[in-house]
């Protein structure tokens, strides 16, 4: 069965960085856009970036552009988000989600369950 | 942007009574509507996807319906493994899709 799980969440500075991952199994990785979307207490579900099956068109939120980086590695079957000048409005549970589609249906299919960031001094 | 607005925000329901979850779109998104359902500590789980197709494994007690701003999630016997919270998510308006608030379900 699909399977996604996050890691590298944890307690961050503002102005500071991370990266989180997110292992993918059950599903042939490499087929599937993948995106980021986060949930906050003050904003809800937020969707945060997407990249296509073979990267080639990345697409970032307002909020994040510029300051965070969506990636993969298909040959690991690994999903990744770097993010820098955090601010305290980062602070959320940040989930790994696979798309239907390798260029993008635009919804999930399946969700990891999630890893916490704290930006907070 | 489009907001996604559910009512209500808390529902108590009887197990076996139906419920009726509600999303209203600020503007058309046809049918690019989705629902997902959220249990405490767990990531969301797709419900439903075109406003009206249950996703894979998906009892058939739930049911989707609606177009342009007006949907609905309907559970026609409530199960007490249903109490969660459901989100609705328009995906018509890509990047970035919007969410709904939420439906916290109840008994």
């Known amino acids: 069965q699909v399977q996604l799980v996050e890691s590298g969440g944890g307690v961050v500075q503002p102005g500071g960085s991370l990266r989180v991952s997110c292992a993918a199994s059950?599903?042939?990785?490499?087929?599937?856009?993948m995106h980021w979307v986060r949930h906050s207490p003050g904003k809800g579900l937020e969707w945060m970036a997407f990249i296509p099956y073979d990267g080639s068109k990345i697409y970032y939120a307002d909020s994040v552009k510029d300051r965070f980086t969506i990636s993969r590695d298909n040959s690991k079957n690994t999903l990744y988000l770097q993010m820098n000048s955090l601010r305290a409005e980062d602070t959320a549970v940040y989930y790994c989600?696979?798309?239907?589609?390798?260029?993008?249906?635009?919804?999930?299919?399946?969700w990891g369950q999630g890893t916490l960031v704290t930006v907070s001094s | 942007e489009i907001v996604m607005t559910q009512s209500p925000a808390t529902l108590s329901v009887s197990p076996g009574e139906r419920a009726t979850l509600s999303c209203r779109a600020s503007?058309?998104?046809?049918?690019?509507l989705a629902w997902y359902q959220q249990k405490p500590g767990q990531g969301p789980r797709l419900l439903i996807y075109?406003?009206?197709i249950r996703a894979t494994g998906i009892p058939d007690r739930f049911s989707g319906s609606g177009s342009g701003t007006q949907f609905t999630l309907t559970i026609s016997s409530l199960q007490s493994e249903d109490i969660a919270v459901y989100y609705c998510h328009q995906y018509k308006n890509w990047p970035p899709g919007s969410f709904g608030q939420g439906t916290k379900l109840e008994i």
């Open positions: 503007q058309s998104v046809n049918t690019y």
């Open positions: 059950g599903f042939t990785f490499s087929r599937f856009g």
């Open positions: 989600a696979k798309d239907p589609g390798g260029l993008g249906y635009n919804y999930v299919d399946y």
């Open positions: 075109g406003a009206s």
